[in-house]
Structure formats: structure tokens, C-alpha cells
């Protein structure tokens, strides 16, 4: 899991001391995990605020909280703090958070935006569009939205269904369909018009 030294604990504890209420714990969690975009978080808790699955460690003076979701893009973490002229920088070292650890236990929209990000996207690029995951709704379908290039592109029905529907459904068995919801009336930036 992740390593937090001794001297970010202690820049921890004392922020957390300075907190309005009691037991401000922290959170710790990787947002877009398995992704180029991927940034590794921590943000304070108050009693309450965990998620469920959320696993709870405590450190010497405060608790932290860890997303479920993010703890295999956590692997080989390390949190530090070192004092300088300004004042101090708490750094965080998340080697795993862009690199793909998802697996067949992985949830379903980790999956999907591992395939959009590692596969899709580079391709689109070229083109000077990109295609993000908006939300997984009911039955299992995915709700995407094209933007850069690919947004009022006049080819983007041909790139749903050739390229990203085709890989999407193919690479991930429970994925049921895909539903685009790109405002493609804004042209300024497609690729063909």
C-alpha cells in the first residue's frame, strides 16, 4: 500500500489539528486511475464523508481513508514532506496511478476508460479529438462524449461504431451498448466538416 514517512505524518497531523471539528481524518484516492490523466489525491474527511468500501488505517495521531477503488493504482505509493526555504512541499509519488493495472476484477468503468486512454484516444489523437467516459448507466451501458476534433465531426457516426464501439464491446464482455452524448451542433473544432 502507500508509505507515508514520518515528516508527512506529522505536516498531516498538524494540518489536521487545525481543522474546525473533531476526528478530521484523511482521504486518499486516485482520480481517472489507469489513465494519462490520472492524479492521486488527498483531500480532508470529516466523520461521514468515507465512501463505502473506503479501507480505514490509522497512523500515528489521525486516520486515513482509501478510496476501495484506487487501491491497486496506490501499490508502491509514497507520500512525503520535506521543509525548505518557502516553507515545505508534501509530494506524492503514485507510480501505478496511470499505469494500467485493471483487470477482469476491475470495475466497469475503470475498464472502460482503460481502453478509451490507452487505445482509442492515442488513435483520435491524430485527429486532434478525444472521446471521455461521462457515466455508466443502467444496463450496463456507457455514455461517452467526444470532444477536440471528433466534436461536430461529420465522420464521428462512422468513429462510434467502427472504432470505439466496436473495441469497447469487444474488450469488455459485460458492456452492453454505447450511447453518444456530444453536443455535435458546435463544428468550430472538427476535423471534417
Not at 86 to 95: D, F, N, V, Y
Not at 113 to 125: D, K, M, Q, S, T
Not at 171 to 180: E, G, H, N, T
Request: glycine fraction near 8%.
Amino acid at each position: 500500500m502507500i508509505d507515508i514517512s514520518e515528516s508527512a505524518q506529522a505536516y498531516l497531523r498538524d494540518l489536521l489539528s487545525n481543522q474546525d471539528g473533531e476526528n478530521v481524518s484523511i482521504r486518499v484516492f486516485v482520480a481517472q486511475p489507469g489513465t494519462p490523466q490520472a492524479e492521486t489525491c488527498i483531500a480532508y474527511c470529516r466523520p461521514g464523508e468515507e465512501q463505502e468500501g473506503d479501507v480505514a488505517v490509522a497512523f500515528d495521531g489521525f486516520n486515513a481513508w482509501f478510496e476501495e477503488r484506487s487501491m491497486p493504482f496506490l501499490e508502491g505509493a509514497e507520500v512525503d514532506y520535506q521543509e525548505d526555504r518557502m516553507g515545505g512541499q508534501l509530494t506524492i509519488k503514485a507510480p501505478n496511478a496511470r499505469t494500467p493495472q485493471v483487470g477482469e476484477d476491475a470495475s466497469l468503468e475503470d475498464r472502460i476508460n482503460y481502453v478509451l486512454y490507452n487505445e482509442i484516444n492515442p488513435g483520435l489523437a491524430s485527429h486532434g479529438g478525444m472521446v471521455t467516459l461521462v457515466e455508466v448507466v443502467e444496463n450496463n451501458t456507457a455514455v461517452l462524449q467526444f470532444g477536440g476534433g471528433c466534436q461536430g465531426c461529420a465522420a464521428v457516426d462512422i468513429t462510434l461504431k467502427n472504432s470505439v464501439e466496436s473495441s469497447l464491446l469487444k474488450q469488455i464482455p459485460d458492456l452492453v451498448a454505447i450511447k453518444d452524448a456530444t453536443d455535435h451542433s458546435v463544428t468550430e473544432n472538427a476535423y471534417y466538416r
